[in-house]
């Protein structure tokens, strides 16, 4: 933890000057606040912000930013609040921690030159359902937590899963950011940054912008985001497969990764199957789906709506390991060719077509509720940890973690603690991610993203401290069986060891000094990446 700079502004004047530059309403000091947004899903200890800031402006922000580093305070970006690597809470109790969600307005669509600028708080979900109408959507378009996750959030962090099959992590999508630094000053990267030109591009001069990009809010915050365009797909065809064994599944995922046909590509784990099966689907959900369905499908999407409503979550019965894939194409014929290509591999694997229930469903309500994603069926807390691995270690990642859960089986049996692991890919990267799920306080954060019924329902289970100290720990040590496998990661935060993986100094001496130029003080975000909080 650091300890507060000899500048430290006293407290009256702290808060009469912030309140002064994003007036009354804009700014929260009351206790509870403070520690519900001090709160991300990780567990991990954190402190509590000393204040809570709302800016609804780059000016606002970037005259608030210049006040609080100043005087000694650190400043911490959130955005939807989906991280569980404490991508963005404090490490010590001098800290101003700034709500993004108010920058929610969608800058520019340029049809034109096919680039998209919103402001960092838009949500996945938003900017979907404004762009669908225009028949145009973004390479990359949201994790599953994309109705609350944010665009300025995920590239961050660097997300995936919508579209990333083809078109890999989020932050390949990217052409441009904006980004206030710890001084106040704003930054322009890419194209835009030409005094007569527009977003379109990238790399104008040195890739700056990928700099920004999976810094977890390390070096600056971002106020605004560029992103690429694509052409909607007019078609897409729906595929599920079951395997007996994990390595037929992904020996069938990997050749599909290596031909960018689908979109998207999960497996799921026989646990991770029957949870998804076991979890409650409210009424109104399951109206959503089938009539969205409907509504972008016309006579098709209502025989695709009555085939999901047959199948329903049954279709994960007692199946081992499950694959589904969604296969976009402009025309019917392409993406019938490219389901027909997936299902023949899947077929020369061993696996067996079942029904496409799940990527039917996934697809035409891309960004539901969070409680399946982020709950087990029984309101048991979630949390995973990741490697990110090249296509020729996926099978042996996969086989690893299988043998580390089934060594640990006794011990996870014992404390009552539950894993179940998602497969994908992003372009021609593997990623596995297993689960942790236990019985533990849901806490105010958790129940605030969950529907009343169940929220009511959950908010008694109590905190087991001993049984989450267990979990954390075996997250611990799957973590680095990761890092051992050469592994790497996503949403780094202040949870990966990113520093201690590296064998380059070269790169740790550039990584550091490019957050000493933008961040002498250490201000912004400390700990993220490593990095320290006092330049």
């Not at 145009?136 to 961050?156: D, E, K, N, Q």
Request: aromatic share 10%; glycine share 10%; net charge negative.
């Amino acid at each position: 933890m650091n300890e507060p700079a000899s500048n430290l502004a006293s407290v009256d004047e702290f808060e009469s000057g912030l309140r002064g530059i994003l007036g009354d309403g804009n700014v929260l000091f009351d206790q509870a606040d403070r520690e519900f947004f001090s709160t991300d899903l990780s567990f991990r200890p954190r402190e509590v912000a000393a204040a809570i800031i709302r800016p609804t402006s780059v000016d606002s922000l970037a005259a608030a930013v210049a006040f609080c580093t100043s005087r000694g305070y650190s400043v911490l970006a959130r955005g939807g609040g989906m991280s569980y690597t404490s991508g963005y809470t404090p490490t010590e109790t001098q800290a101003v921690l700034v709500d993004m969600q108010a920058f929610d307005r969608i800058l520019e669509i340029n049809a034109d030159d096919m680039y998209v600028t919103v402001e960092a708080g838009v949500t996945w979900k938003t900017l979907y359902e404004a762009l669908y109408p225009l028949g145009l959507r973004t390479p990359y378009f949201g994790p599953l937590s994309g109705m609350y996750a944010t665009v300025g959030g995920a590239v961050s962090q660097n997300s995936l899963f919508h579209g990333s099959g083809i078109y890999n992590t989020v932050a390949e999508s990217v052409l441009g950011l904006q980004v206030v630094l710890a001084s106040g000053e704003v930054l322009q990267t890419g194209s835009a940054a030409h005094k007569h030109c527009n977003g379109f591009y990238r790399h104008f001069g040195p890739d700056v912008t990928g700099l920004f990009t999976a810094d977890t809010g390390a070096f600056g915050l971002k106020t605004a985001v560029t992103l690429r365009l694509i052409t909607t797909p007019k078609e897409t065809g729906y595929l599920s497969f079951k395997f007996d064994t994990l390595e037929s599944m992904l020996a069938a995922q990997v050749r599909i990764a290596k031909l960018r046909i689908a979109s998207e590509c999960y497996g799921f784990d026989p646990y991770y199957n029957s949870s998804f099966e076991q979890q409650g689907i409210t009424f109104e959900e399951g109206l959503s789906v089938v009539g969205q369905i409907v509504r972008k499908g016309g006579v098709k999407g209502l025989k695709q709506a009555a085939k999901m409503a047959l199948g329903g979550k049954r279709v994960l019965r007692n199946v081992p390991y499950s694959l589904h894939m969604t296969l976009d194409g402009h025309t019917e014929r392409v993406a019938a060719e490219h389901v027909d290509i997936a299902a023949e591999i899947c077929q020369e694997e061993g696996g067996s077509e079942m029904a496409n229930s799940i990527p039917l469903a996934f697809r035409n309500q891309p960004f539901g509720g969070v409680r399946t994603v982020l709950l087990g069926s029984d309101g048991a807390v979630w949390i995973p940890v990741h490697g990110f691995f090249p296509l020729s270690r996926a099978i042996d990642a996969a086989k690893a973690t299988e043998a580390f859960l089934a060594e640990r089986k006794d011990l996870m049996e014992q404390w009552g603690i539950k894993t179940s692991y998602l497969t994908c890919f992003a372009g021609s990267e593997f990623v596995i991610e297993p689960s942790f799920y236990w019985l533990d306080e849901l806490g105010e954060f958790r129940l605030s993203l969950i529907e009343k019924e169940y929220a009511d329902e959950w908010k008694h289970i109590s905190a087991n401290e001993e049984r989450r100290a267990v979990a954390l720990q075996l997250r611990d040590e799957l973590r680095d069986l990761f890092d051992q496998l050469g592994g790497v990661h996503l949403q780094i935060g202040k949870y990966y060891p990113y520093f201690e993986m590296m064998e380059n100094k070269s790169l740790e001496k550039v990584i550091r000094g490019v957050k000493g130029v933008l961040d002498p003080e250490g201000r912004v975000n400390p700990g993220s990446l490593g990095l320290p909080g006092e330049g």
